[in-house]
């Protein structure tokens, strides 16, 4: 007889669960309560109830590790409540190995379906245990990866891969207690679960098909947020072995980087992976530099769009696509250098994580997505940089017009002016006017002196000091040096071209 235990400090709760369950045709026959963890394992102990309805809320934290254990020992498939949606919660309900984690109140329609897919290893075959015990005489862990000469010509083999590599022990205890169609038998390998089905020859292929989809549409009703994929190998009529059926079906997640995740591969029906010369030619080289000097990132966008849209096979080599895709990142990094970006941290580790995942990332989609991102960042970054720059530059010589008189006036006088660091100010001086601070602030002052030597009677001394310099004799030779003669000569030729007029 199928039974179930509900866990719950609240007298109502548990007889409204209860209610529920009963409400509509199930096959559990037997009901147990428990209204604390004293109870409950008791109950666990004694009673031995297929399916166990717990309350969160009801264990003590210095009990949940013998309740894990308690749980793995007597095989029994637990369904969580809680009235906190936090994370916490979450974590408990993983630690307990639980099918799903509802959240009160909870819905009759949650938990019809919840139960559905919770008792289902409790309504398997009886027949199925003395199959399975012949099954594994002839198959193990190692008939995957040595060639042994077992048939397997009655077998499909599935292999489930999780996206996440930490789920991989909830993927494998749940499929231990999925009820396939059919006889089967699991194994929990290094990446991913493997499960051999013995399906008739007949519409195998539908079948199979039909009982991958029911895999996929029930692992996402428990496990939402953590998503899988199924690779199928229909079986051989040539008997190929267990190890070559396993080497074949493996190859199919490499597909996973162009279609992400649940999905189903299926072997024989792709196409191998073609190869691709994956860096820029110069020709590409030169238009993404003008692409990114120009900020157009529609046409960034077109050309990363078509240039990595795979939707079905033959897909070329992903590895390869990786490479190309840091080749493009060469070309960002030239163009973050031409705008000192890279000397930004916040562009610089932005940079890196790009990096990292056109390594890791395991779909194309979303590496894509990021690289168009990170280009947009770059570009306004380049942008606002300039944009700074030549703020900056304009607010200096504004700075230096008002202020050249000052006797003295250095470099650091006008970047604590404008906010910025002298040696910055330095480099912006250099970039905008290929001269440095003294070559410009030399320029306004001698540009005023000729002003004042064209209108004015003031001496040579008086104008010396007027434009801040404390030597005439200094200023002399700096005007000689720029203009071709000394300060009276120019003057006087002034005086004569005026008077002629």
């Known amino acids: 007889m199928s039974s179930i235990l509900i866990a719950d400090r609240d007298d109502t709760e548990r007889k409204g669960i209860r209610w529920l369950i009963q409400s509509y045709p199930n096959k559990f026959e037997v009901f147990y309560e428990a209204s604390n963890v004293g109870e409950l394992i008791h109950l666990v102990e004694n009673k031995k109830p297929q399916v166990v309805c717990l309350e969160l809320e009801m264990v003590p934290a210095d009990y949940m590790l013998e309740l894990q254990t308690l749980f793995i020992n007597n095989g029994q498939t637990i369904i969580c409540t809680t009235a906190e949606a936090i994370f916490e919660r979450a974590v408990q309900a993983m630690d307990l190995f639980s099918v799903s984690l509802l959240i009160k109140p909870v819905s009759p329609e949650q938990l019809k379906r919840n139960l559905l897919h919770a008792s289902q290893k409790t309504w398997m075959d009886t027949e199925v245990p003395k199959e399975e015990t012949h099954f594994l005489s002839n198959f193990s862990h190692e008939s995957f990866f040595i060639q042994t000469s077992s048939e397997v010509e009655d077998y499909a083999l599935f292999l489930i891969r999780p996206e996440n590599p930490i789920m991989l022990h909830s993927l494998f205890e749940w499929v231990q207690d999925f009820s396939f169609s059919y006889f089967s038998c699991r194994f929990a390998l290094q990446e991913q679960v493997a499960c051999l089905l013995k399906f008739p020859r007949e519409n195998r292929h539908e079948l199979l098909q039909h009982e991958g989809n029911r895999l996929l549409h029930w692992w996402g009703q428990v496990f939402s947020n953590y998503r899988i994929n199924l690779a199928v190998h229909p079986g051989s009529d040539h008997n190929e072995g267990l190890q070559h059926m396993y080497q074949e079906t493996n190859e199919l997640f490499q597909r996973s980087f162009f279609k992400g995740y649940h999905q189903i591969f299926w072997a024989h029906t792709s196409d191998a992976f073609y190869t691709i010369d994956p860096f820029l030619t110069p020709e590409e080289q030169r238009d993404w530099m003008e692409m990114l000097e120009g900020g157009e990132i529609e046409k960034i966008k077109s050309w990363m769009y078509q240039s990595f849209q795979h939707s079905s096979p033959p897909f070329p080599d992903p590895e390869l696509l990786r490479i190309r895709l840091t080749s493009i990142l060469a070309q960002i990094r030239r163009f973050m250098y031409t705008y000192k970006l890279n000397i930004d941290q916040e562009y610089e580790l932005a940079y890196h994580n790009v990096f990292q995942t056109i390594i890791h990332q395991q779909v194309l989609f979303p590496i894509v997505q990021e690289m168009i991102l990170f280009i947009i960042k770059t570009i306004n970054g380049a942008k606002h940089k300039v944009f700074r720059s030549t703020d900056n530059v304009a607010r200096a010589i504004s700075y230096l017009k008002s202020h050249y008189l000052q006797q003295g006036l250095k470099l650091k006088d006008v970047a604590e002016s404008i906010e910025i660091s002298p040696s910055y100010l330095s480099v912006l001086f250099t970039e905008n006017y290929g001269r440095s601070f003294r070559e410009v602030l ?9 002003r004042l030597l064209k209108e004015t009677n003031q001496t040579i001394k ?15 030779r700096l005007f000689h040096k720029k203009e071709g003669l000394p300060p009276r000569q120019f003057r006087r030729q002034f005086s004569i071209k005026h008077n002629k007029k």
């Open 442 to 450: 030399s320029d306004i002052r001698l540009n005023e002196s000729k």
């Open 462 to 476: 008086e104008i010396t000091e007027e434009i801040g310099y404390s030597d005439a004799n200094y200023f002399s």
